[in-house]
């Protein structure tokens, strides 16, 4: 396991299609906000630990969709993104 201090507008690349960028936060929280493509399941650790119903023997995981991420900060991140970009050519 790795441990990394950051702040929050860095991020870390996993692979050359998994960005996790770090949003800020406070004392015992932290925002990471998840680039990566649809094919991958990226489910938080609540949602699986109280997510699964057992149901005639099987395990059926349940999601719950997340409040959505300020127009704000949405902007924000896109800035983040487009210089990265602009500075790898």
Sequence with gaps: MLKLTVRAGEYINIGEDIRLVFAGGATQTVKVLIDAPKK???????????????????????????????PEAKAKIKEIIVADRKAAK
């Design 40 to 70: 991958y399941n990226i489910v938080r650790s609540d949602a699986v630990n109280t997510g699964t119903e057992k149901a005639a023997g099987t395990e059926k995981t349940v999601y719950y969709k997340d409040r959505d991420l300020s």
